[in-house]
């Protein structure tokens, strides 16, 4: 290999090129987006579906149904998940891998746009919403005032609202928890009866005054004049003085039968912070941004719109992402900068204090070299890119080092520096190019993981890889010129621990491998019957995916009983923060009633509008594992014997968007049968030992109240039926009639109303039949009550119950859905019932399918690159046995540590694939060269597995101190990739030194080693 050579004899070229690349690096490192996250798109849209007073029949028949007929008609859609639910709908719409997100979105809301005119009046809303992660509030604020004036918080959380979206790097703000601010019209119902005004009237009259129509204009000679008629009310007085009826003998205004005022509207969702009463206001990153510089200019916009505020107003900050982000960045970077230091050292005491400087110089170099262009390739700082680096740190001083070593050697047979640089250099170039690619090949093909697991992971091969790459490129060149620079021709008189390591390799390595070779066929048994033993101890280590997030936040779910109020999930949820404000881990409390927290983590769909419904946010302390755990136990403890509601505690959890881990879909046309055997699952489920936070909404059942029309009998008393409905949705949910504008340019609706709608409110209507007469509503309306259809799913158009549950602190994810799928094959299903399992099996089979397919990817393209090597596919095969032994070592490690086999333990056994392998590769390189010169074949295989023993130990010790902080400190996500690499490089290194000269001799024919590369 030449290319040492030439940067040794162009030294000044050679400088102006790194530090050219360095400082695109610097600059990079300064200016590439920060995020907690990584920031991807998910192509899953979905459609929140709010329709008050519907039965699910109704909207199952009314709405889904023919939104499901319509979403047919859109092509790539792999899945569409539908809740149907008292008074509304949510539908779940997910997109084959690869498809658009945008694209998908846009093609749903133009389904929607298509289907909505033919959809019932009482449908409030269709919301179409993305789910893509990125669509995460990364500050939450709380505004209230001291006096709970809705009015006034609502203006200025909309002027906050404003001066926020105009910063640059802010997506979208929003403001949420508080009721619709109205122009209330009150109608006193006993005064419209005693004058003859029916409700259809007031509301008729109303509606016409408040069009707003632009007649046009007119010319007066020279001067033009817009014409301004009739349109929305400015002042209260106007509605006040509304005429509703007049005759001869008097004039009746609005003043006289309503009261009008500014109120609120029936909320559907309230929000509490600290016990007070509050409006939360959110807002959305713009994606390729810096979050720490954001979170500086909202933070500078926030104290600047305070001076603004009358002293009654109040803001407070109840969540920052940045907080976590600079958290989790500066705890990875802490553990960068251990992995280094210790790296430092034991490069220190192995290889002395020159070839150690010219060793750790390549560390941050590479680094930074590696981060410019990680930088052009689109990506940004956070926890994956992170522990690319953090992986790389252990790797990319293996190149370094075996370069620094073979100079060390070269430096007796050579007359200077600047050869003994560029022979010792040359001599493995190639095998540390093999090496290196092998690396990168076996990290390379997680680019080509096809879920949105793939998309999680991407940043950390695609920066191992660059990574590896610039530390390659800097060995080749840079390390052999600072060594001709630095290096000294002279022997150091203080002697470093390779000088000793290699007079071991010489003495006592040699001799004891001698005598092992003698024995080859008992140390091959040995070996393989440990690898067996270690190998077979999987079915001990459990399996799972993502583990938690280890955020010092936590929600409560809280779901009180079918057809409660939200007054009632309002008293329930105030009266657990009695308790939960004796936990004195607990920083800061926020209450969501009727409604989920505002979306802050990346993989939590919020839920929206369902009164018996509520979301409880805890912000910590801090998170200290142990406290955490003790929190969440103490909480449940207390919740679980609480029976005025359903109370989940919940840890956030890493990894895309499932359902709860076990989940279970049940699949019938007849709603009876799955009524039935959801309840006999969930019976079982429960009884599981680690099973908890068991949902199962099919079984929960509410009441209707029915109200039956004889209309034979109200067209006889002369009764208008579209005056009947109209005056009793007026009378129970109000009727919006219009817009009023205040002097400040803020629009209200105007909502004709009943003051309080009650059971007893319904016997007060009467309506105004065609001949003016007041008849009561219950002359031809009957009222009761009746038992209504349950909450119930549809998956992929068919009907579906789901049961699902999550798993208990040191309980496993794959025991409990193994002992459920084994009940339900016991189970006799009714005819036509099928199951599916979805939650954490279901994407573990997505995501593990995809990695099955890349291993052997893999596997080949390592297998390639070493027969191009070795021109042989015998010693290929042998460097390949350093793979089983590394697989074997790591399910050992796991099982030791009582680690499951998780989506990163994985990860980490295809990182080992390419590490592993370039040990046995410059051992056999050796071989081959020792062949050339030579030397019988046994003797030819004992001198390289002496010149190797101390490169070989070196870089796996540096691999694994590298990796060491990680593994200890980088909390649950980490934990299981350390493990596996380390655990693995160690079984490895001994299959080095052991096996793999035993195999080379039984393999090896002696006329192989003409092709040997200089």
């Known amino acids: 290999m030449h290319l040492p050579r030439i940067a040794i004899k162009n030294a000044q070229f050679t400088f102006t090129i790194v530090v050219l690349l360095v400082l695109v690096g610097i600059v990079s490192y300064f200016h590439m987006p920060r995020s907690e996250d990584p920031q991807f798109d998910i192509p899953i849209t979905l459609l929140e579906i709010i329709y008050p007073g519907a039965s699910p029949t109704d909207i199952e028949t009314l709405v889904v149904d023919p939104l499901e007929e319509e979403f047919a008609e859109i092509e790539g859609i792999k899945k569409v998940e539908s809740q149907i639910k008292n008074g509304g709908a949510r539908i779940e719409v997910t997109f084959l891998y690869g498809s658009n997100p945008n694209a998908a979105y846009n ?62 790097a802010v997506k979208k703000a929003d403001i949420w928890g508080y009721p619709t601010q109205v122009v209330a019209v009150d109608l006193n119902l006993a005064m419209l009866k005693h004058y003859g005004i029916s409700i259809a009237t007031v509301n008729a009259l109303l509606q016409k005054r408040a069009i707003n ?41 609005l003043k006289d039968v309503a009261q009008v005022s500014f109120s609120n509207r029936e909320p559907s969702y309230l929000a509490y912070y600290d016990g007070k009463a509050v409006i939360f206001l959110t807002v959305e990153q713009r994606s390729n941004t810096n979050i720490f510089a954001l979170t500086e200019a909202i933070d500078t916009e926030i104290s600047a719109f305070k001076q603004t505020l009358p002293d009654t107003i109040k803001i407070a900050t109840l969540f920052k992402q940045s907080d976590g982000v600079e958290n989790r960045v500066n705890g990875f970077f802490d553990n960068l900068w251990q992995g280094l230091v210790l790296v430092g050292i034991m ?110 992971v991407r940043s950390m091969p695609v920066t191992v890889v660059l990574v590896l790459l610039a530390s390659l490129l800097i060995a080749l060149t840079l390390t052999p010129l600072l060594a001709s620079k630095f290096f000294s021709q002279k022997p150091s008189k203080v002697k470093a621990l390779q000088h000793y390591a290699n007079i071991f390799a010489e003495r006592h390595y040699v001799r004891w491998l001698g005598r092992l070779m003698s024995a080859k066929i008992i140390m091959l048994v040995i070996a393989f019957i440990a690898l067996f033993a270690m190998a077979s101890l999987f079915g001990q280590v459990g399996v799972s995916l993502f583990p938690k997030a280890e955020k010092a936040m936590l929600l409560i779910d809280v779901e009180t009983p079918a057809n409660s109020s939200l007054d009632y999930t309002h008293d329930v949820m105030q009266s657990m923060t009695e308790f939960i404000e004796t936990q004195p881990y607990v920083d800061k409390i ?160 105007i909502l004709v109303r009943r003051p309080k709608s009650d059971l007893s409110s319904l016997s007060d209507i009467t309506i105004v039949n065609q001949q003016g007469e007041n008849i009561p509503l219950g002359q031809f309306v009957e009222i009761k009550l009746q038992k209504g259809r349950t909450d119930f799913f549809h998956y992929q158009k068919l009907r579906m119950a789901r049961v699902s549950a999550d798993a208990g602190q040191g309980y496993s994810v794959q025991e409990i859905t193994s002992e459920v799928v084994n009940y339900l094959d016991n189970y006799s299903l009714p005819a036509g019932m099928y199951y599916i399992l979805g939650g ?154 052991i096996i793999v000269p035993i195999l080379t001799e039984l393999f090896t024919k002696t006329d192989n080693s003409e092709i040997i590369k200089e």
């Open 107 to 168: 093609e749903v809301k133009q389904a929607v746009s298509t289907v909505k005119p033919t959809l019932p009046e009482g449908v409030q809303d269709v919301l179409v919403l993305k789910a893509t992660p990125t669509s995460v509030a990364i500050i939450q604020l709380a505004l209230w005032s001291e006096t709970t004036d809705y009015k006034s918080m609502e203006f200025y959380s909309k002027q906050l609202e404003k001066r926020l979206e105009a910063i640059e």
């Open 213 to 253: 129509i632009t007649p046009g204009f007119v010319d007066a000679n020279i001067r033009r004049f817009n014409v301004k008629t009739s349109g929305n009310f400015q002042h209260i007085d106007e509605l006040n003085n509304t005429v509703v009826f007049a005759n001869e003998s008097a004039v009746i205004r």
């Open 347 to 456: 490069s220190l005491i192995f290889l002395g204090i020159r070839e150690a400087i010219v060793v750790i110089i390549a560390i941050p170099l590479s680094f930074l070299v590696a981060i410019g262009w990680l930088d052009f390739a689109g990506f940004g700082l956070q926890q994956m890119s992170i522990v690319g680096l953090i992986i790389a740190l252990g790797l990319l001083v293996d190149n370094a080092i075996v370069v620094t070593e073979s100079i060390h050697r070269e430096k007796k047979n050579t007359a200077n520096l600047a050869d003994a640089a560029a022979s010792g250099t040359s001599k493995v170039g190639w095998a540390i190019t093999s090496g290196t690619v092998t690396t990168m090949l076996a990290f390379l093909p997680m680019l080509m993981l096809a879920s949105d697991t793939g998309d999680f």
């Open 590 to 749: 926020a209450l969501n009633v009727g409604n989920s927290n505002p979306r802050i983590y990346y993989n939590e769909i919020p839920k929206r509008g369902v009164a018996s419904y509520g979301q409880v946010l805890l912000v910590l302390k801090d998170y200290e594992e142990k406290e955490v755990n003790s929190l969440v136990t103490a909480l449940r403890n207390e919740f679980s014997t609480w029976h005025q509601a359903k109370v989940t505690v919940k840890e956030f959890t890493q990894g895309p968007v499932t359902d709860q881990p076990i989940t279970v879909r049940l699949i019938s046309e007849s709603l009876a049968d799955l009524e039935r055997v959801a309840g006999d699952l969930q019976t079982k489920m429960s009884s599981i030992s680690g099973a908890i936070n068991l949902d199962n909404p099919i079984g929960i059942a509410n009441t209707e109240l029915a109200l039956a029309i004889d209309y034979d009998k109200a067209a006889l008393s002369g009764v208008d039926i579209n005056q009947l409905d109209n005056s009793i949705q007026t009378a129970l949910s109000g009727t919006f009639v219009g817009q009023f504008n205040d002097s400040n340019g803020e629009n209200y609706p």
């Open 840 to 993: 954490e099996e279901e994407s573990r089979q997505e995501s593990f399918a995809g990695l099955s397919q890349i291993m052997l990817i893999t596997a080949i393209g390592i297998f390639a690159i070493l027969v191009l090597q070795f021109k042989s596919f015998l010693q290929p095969l042998i460097i390949f046995t350093s793979i089983p032994f590394a697989m074997s070592g790591a399910v050992f490690g796991l099982f030791l540590t009582g680690l499951s086999f998780s989506m990163m333990a994985f990860i980490g056994l295809i990182s080992l694939f390419g590490i592993v392998v370039n040990n046995a590769i410059i051992l056999i390189d050796t071989t081959n060269r020792n062949l050339a010169m030579g030397l019988d074949k046994k003797q030819a295989i004992l001198t390289a597995s002496s010149t190797r023993f101390t490169p070989i130990l070196l870089t796996t010790i540096t691999t694994i101190g590298g990796l060491l902080p990680l593994t200890l400190f980088g909390g649950s996500l980490w934990q299981p990739l350390g493990v596996v690499i380390i655990s693995g490089l160690c079984i490895s290194a001994i299959a080095s030194f």
